[in-house]
């Protein structure tokens, strides 16, 4: 076989993706500085162990990279102790499960279609740990959870652990009202920071670990400038179980090449975190505020719409989030189908809502007039006012303008092909 067909693929899917608007809500583009360490001889190497407790030899530059990993991190999150070893967001999930839980205990987490994450649930992560999951009871109007209600459930059942963060988050979640509740029958918090891991970083969404969660997880390719992997922060009594967790319980070698990777990203954050936080979220009020106006039904009106990078529309009115969603691609908007809080597992193919994220559209240097411009569009197209191959020559147009990658040490193009014969 020709081994260069799977390079072809590749160079039609950058230049599918050069000419599109990326805006799913759990992706974004790293810089050259952080893609050239995935090519390095790192990648071909392990390194089992701690720093400076290594199991083989010829570690001593990785333990360098590595502690420069784990001090960035502790600065970011002011954390009193972090991991940086897990590879995703559900391997760091699923040690925090096997430090703080047994089979067989009672944990609280928000369902999926109130925006919970796969991890949570009995589907995956904490089901093959064995957890029991009861869930939040949930306010849709609010989007927000119930505490009192919440509290009449954790006295009842006595849960071990409370889950908070989730992968459909449009606010704030109230971590200090579920830690008052967890003292009361001596639980622990989490909060999963995946999808908001860099607007957190960028001091411009809460701060879990100071309003008094045990530990936060997150994956590091969201909000956050790095590649696919995660960490794990948390305090300091119980940094021991956490580390045992990652390693040796679910974690042999971590990916040295991308661990590098992350390394430089949180150099990346530390500078210009700030700046492109308070962007993002400007960037979806405006996109969310735009197509309200239009007389779509975004989510969350009442709060303002949204606080984080994510956009939620309901899109029952148009035939559903997997019409919608096929539509928007053919356009060249790649967004997702969403369950809703009114949804089941049952409507999981077709779901009630869309998410739209714009985070990475905030990495090419879009601002609020984009916003409006990409509103329209995505009205004009689910309400078929907008051809698709007029609306795929407009969003390729828009596009043309954004293809500089912004918020790192030096800008560049966003898209560098590689060499692939």
């Known amino acids: 076989m020709d081994y260069r ?12 993706y050069a000419d599109s608007l990326p805006m799913i809500a759990s992706e974004n583009l ?22 400076g407790e290594r199991y083989y030899q010829g570690c001593a530059f990785i333990d360098e990279i590595e502690e420069i990993a784990l001090n960035l991190t502790k600065e970011l999150f002011n954390a009193e102790h972090a991991n940086v070893q897990p590879i995703s967001g559900v391997v760091a999930n699923t040690a925090a499960f096997f430090a703080l ?13 109130c925006g919970g994450h796969i991890s949570h649930d009995r589907v995956s992560s904490a ?30 059942e006595r849960p071990r652990l409370f889950i908070l963060g989730s992968s459909l988050i449009l606010f704030p ?25 860099g607007l957190i970083a960028g001091r411009r969404f809460q701060d879990p ?27 300091k009594e ?17 990916h040295l090449n991308t661990l590098a990777g992350y390394a430089v990203a949180a150099m990346e954050m530390k500078l210009f975190g700030r700046d492109y936080a308070s962007q993002v979220i400007k960037n979806a009020k405006k996109l969310a505020e735009r197509m309200h106006d239009l007389g779509m039904k975004v989510i969350g009106e009442g709060r303002g719409f949204t606080e984080s990078h994510q956009v ?6 148009h035939g559903g989030g997997a019409e919608a969603a096929e539509k928007l691609e053919r356009a060249g908007i790649i967004i997702n189908k969403n369950l809703m809080p009114w949804d089941t597992l049952k409507d999981t193919e077709n779901p009630s809502g869309i998410r739209l994220g714009v985070q990475e559209l905030t990495r090419l240097g879009m601002n609020e007039g984009e916003m409006e411009e990409i509103a329209e569009l995505i009205s004009g197209i689910l309400d078929g006012k907008i051809s698709d191959w007029r609306a795929r020559d407009k969003v390729a147009e828009l596009r043309r303008e954004f293809n500089t990658l912004k918020y790192t040490f030096e800008e560049h193009p966003a898209y560098d092909f590689p060499e692939m014969c």
């Open 173 to 197: 979640q109230p971590v200090k009202e579920i830690r008052e509740i967890a003292d009361e029958i001596d639980a622990r918090v989490m909060y999963d920071a995946s999808h908001v891991l």
């Open 209 to 235: 670990m100071n309003e008094g969660a045990d530990v936060m997880t997150g994956s590091t390719h969201k909000t956050f400038f790095g590649p696919q992997r995660a960490i794990i922060v948390c305090k």
């Open 30 to 51: 790293t810089s050259r500085f952080v893609r050239r360490c995935y090519v390095s001889d790192l990648g071909h190497r392990y390194a089992e162990g701690k720093v």
């Open 238 to 254: 119980i940094a021991d179980i956490i580390d045992r967790a990652v390693f040796p319980g679910i974690i042999s070698n971590h």
């Open 312 to 317: 939620v529309v309901d899109v029952r009115n």
């Open 101 to 113: 839980t047994e089979p067989g205990d009672k944990i609280v987490s928000l369902s999926v279609p």
């Open 127 to 156: 089901g093959l740990r064995g957890l029991d999951v009861l869930y939040y009871p949930f306010d849709s109007r609010e989007f927000d959870i119930d505490i009192d209600e919440t509290r009449k459930i954790a006295l009842k």
């Open 5 to 16: 067909k799977i390079y072809g693929i590749i160079e039609r899917h950058h230049r599918f």
